[in-house]
């Protein structure tokens, strides 16, 4: 179901930018704006998982340095049928983790150390589930196809503002000015919230395949819960900084008021906690006994 609903979203952000594109700019005009916001991500796709690695400053752990950590890695990765993905560690104390990388054969788990400060063992694996199910499920790929698109409807509308892009209805059946002017302002905030909209997808479907992963639903909406908690409490500067790595992480690292909300990167947490709590009451699971924190 979350493939199909993926599968819609991109599907009317496609629309969106061949209306979009015929009637600010034309064939031509969709045409280069597409080739550009192509090429920019692109770039990102190879190359975001050595930039954002390093922008958090993150560092890589083996066997050696990360017994525990690697090892439960491995047995996730196993069990989701990965290879075994690098490991960082970022040195944050706000609770979060993320995962990167262009395809599962150069995939890498980021996990901040104030998750394994707070959380259990059980809620760690569940975490890594998490991020392990957006390996597989390419989501890292499903993000760039949308950022494309929308990338290209922006592209299009800066083209119409400062260029003059906005074909007149008189000579050749395009737009006034005044409707042209409505489709600038408003198209590049239509596919922004498309693009949100298949984020907040996503997440969802890595809860429901994280949580079949380690089998335990119930670790994973633990977790939830004290990571909510934890990064509203706890400032993440690198994440404030550069705010379009947000929808990375497993909870939202940022700290916003209610209007920003409208265009948060990731469903409600309460939400994500029903619906593993259902699926947990679907398989008989128990609540899980109070343990103390991973470290």
Do not use: C
């Not at 969709?30 to 550009?36: G, K, R």
């Not at 600038?184 to 395949?209: H, Y």
């Amino acid at each position: 179901m979350a493939f199909v609903r993926t599968a819609l979203l991109l599907a009317a952000l496609t629309g969106l930018f061949l209306v979009v594109g015929d009637l600010v700019a034309g064939q031509q005009g969709m045409v280069v704006a597409f080739v550009l916001a192509l090429g920019m991500n692109l770039f990102a796709y190879w190359n975001s998982d050595k930039m954002v690695l390093r922008m958090y400053g993150a560092r890589p752990v083996d066997e050696a340095s990360a017994p525990q950590l690697h090892a439960l890695v491995g047995d996730l990765a196993k069990r989701a049928g990965l290879p075994m993905p690098r490991i960082y560690m970022i040195e944050s104390d706000q609770p979060n983790a993320f995962a990167t990388g262009r395809n599962p054969e150069h995939a890498a788990v980021a996990v901040n150390t104030g998750l394994l400060k707070l959380l259990s063992p059980e809620e760690v694996a569940g975490v890594l589930a998490h991020e392990l199910s957006h390996v597989r499920n390419r989501d890292t790929l499903t993000m760039t196809m949308t950022a494309v698109i929308a990338g290209a409807i922006g592209m299009l509308a800066n083209f119409a503002f400062f260029f003059g892009g906005v074909r007149d209805d008189r000579r050749d059946g395009g737009l006034g000015p005044i409707a042209g002017l409505i489709v600038m302002l408003f198209a590049p905030l239509a596919a922004t919230l498309v693009q949100l909209a298949i984020s907040r997808t996503r997440e969802f479907e890595a809860d429901r395949s994280g949580a079949e992963v380690s089998g335990h639903p119930l670790w994973l909406a633990s977790a939830l819960g004290k990571l909510e908690q934890g990064a509203r409490a706890i400032d993440n500067p690198t994440a404030e900084g550069h705010p379009a790595t947000a929808h990375m992480f497993i909870v939202n690292p940022l700290h916003m008021g209610a209007l920003g909300r409208l265009f948060a990167t990731h469903p409600p947490i309460a939400e994500r906690i029903r619906r593993l709590q259902a699926m947990a009451a679907a398989q008989g699971e128990s609540a899980p006994a109070p343990r103390g924190p991973w470290g």
